[in-house]
């Protein structure tokens, strides 16, 4: 459903694939049918890493620069907060067991946010 590469998979708790790609789009795919519940189109450049956090919330990083947190419920989402810290594409995002987020860039920086 992609139409260029995809570059990173997350499965949500509620049994949800989700892809992330080069297209710039997230794709969240239907556990049962596989065809896609909800496509997510927030970024402008590839969309390099995907998670889901502790508390339910959706993650994504970009070569836009940005980190975007996402409310998902069902087929419905909404963009809670975008940040942008970085100054170059941004790989990789991850959760801290104390519930911050870290992340790293091509700007050769590892960021910690510890307010979300």
Same mark, same amino acid.
């Given at each position: 459903?992609? $139409?260029?590469?995809?570059?990173?998979?997350?499965?949500?708790?509620?049994?949800? *694939?989700?892809?992330?790609?080069? #297209?710039?789009?997230?794709?969240?795919?239907?556990?049962?049918?596989? &065809?896609? #519940?909800?496509?997510?189109?927030?970024?402008?450049?590839?969309?390099?890493?995907?998670?889901?956090?502790? $508390?339910?919330?959706?993650?994504?990083?970009?070569?836009?620069?940005?980190?975007?947190?996402?409310?998902?419920?069902?087929? &419905?989402?909404?963009?809670? &907060?975008?940040?942008?810290?970085?100054?170059?594409?941004?790989?990789?995002? #991850?959760? *801290?067991?104390?519930?911050?987020?870290?992340?790293?860039?091509?700007?050769?920086?590892?960021?910690? *946010?510890?307010?979300?």
């Amino acid at each position: 459903n992609h $139409s260029s590469y995809i570059c990173c998979l997350c499965i949500l708790n509620d049994g949800r *694939l989700v892809s992330g790609s080069d #297209d710039n789009s997230i794709i969240i795919y239907n556990k049962k049918t596989y &065809q896609p #519940d909800l496509i997510i189109k927030e970024h402008i450049k590839t969309v390099c890493c995907i998670i889901q956090l502790n $508390s339910g919330e959706m993650v994504s990083c970009s070569c836009d620069c940005t980190i975007k947190l996402y409310n998902i419920k069902g087929v &419905q989402y909404e963009v809670i &907060q975008t940040l942008n810290y970085h100054n170059n594409y941004v790989y990789k995002v #991850d959760e *801290l067991k104390n519930k911050a987020l870290v992340s790293c860039s091509n700007d050769s920086s590892i960021k910690i *946010l510890f307010k979300i």
